[in-house]
């Protein structure tokens, strides 16, 4: 069980990063901070967009929050994932982690799976 706060960002951002060889952009890279968007012109939500936010990742005091936008833009995915993640849900696309085993972050890899998917099937990457 992992409690270091480094230590949490830096696992869920090695499961991040391989989504940039398919077809994300990390904009922000950093120790505390890590973001993936896809720089693709797309309709969401009504609106015409050159660029659609993945997800995100950021240390806070108490907490790492990882953003997952797509539940957010479709909160029916949030059925998809797994029940013990969504207790860490807070607000529509924050999840706040203070601890990560590898349970855990077997389901934020899922996550991250399922958002792919939804996202290539929707053209939006």
């Not at 991040?16 to 720089?39: C, H, K, V």
């Not at 240390?59 to 860490?88: G, S």
């Not at 529509?92 to 290539?120: N, P, R, T, V, W």
Request: a neutral charge; glycine letters at 4%; charged letters at 25%.
């Amino acid at each position: 069980m992992k409690t270091d706060l480094i230590e949490i960002f830096q696992t869920i951002r090695a499961a991040m990063q391989p989504y940039e060889a398919l077809g994300f952009t990390a904009r922000i890279n950093s120790d505390t901070a890590y973001d993936l968007w896809s720089e693709k012109n797309v309709t969401l939500l009504g609106k015409n967009r050159n660029e659609i936010y993945f997800a995100g990742l950021k240390i806070l005091k108490a907490d790492v929050t990882l953003h997952f936008m797509l539940i957010y833009t479709n909160p029916e995915v949030k059925e998809l994932l797994h029940p013990a993640l969504l207790k860490l849900l807070k607000g529509k696309s924050c999840f706040h982690i203070k601890k990560l085993d590898d349970l855990l972050m077997e389901q934020i890899a899922e996550a991250f799976a399922i958002g792919y998917k939804f996202y290539k099937q929707n053209e939006w990457v």
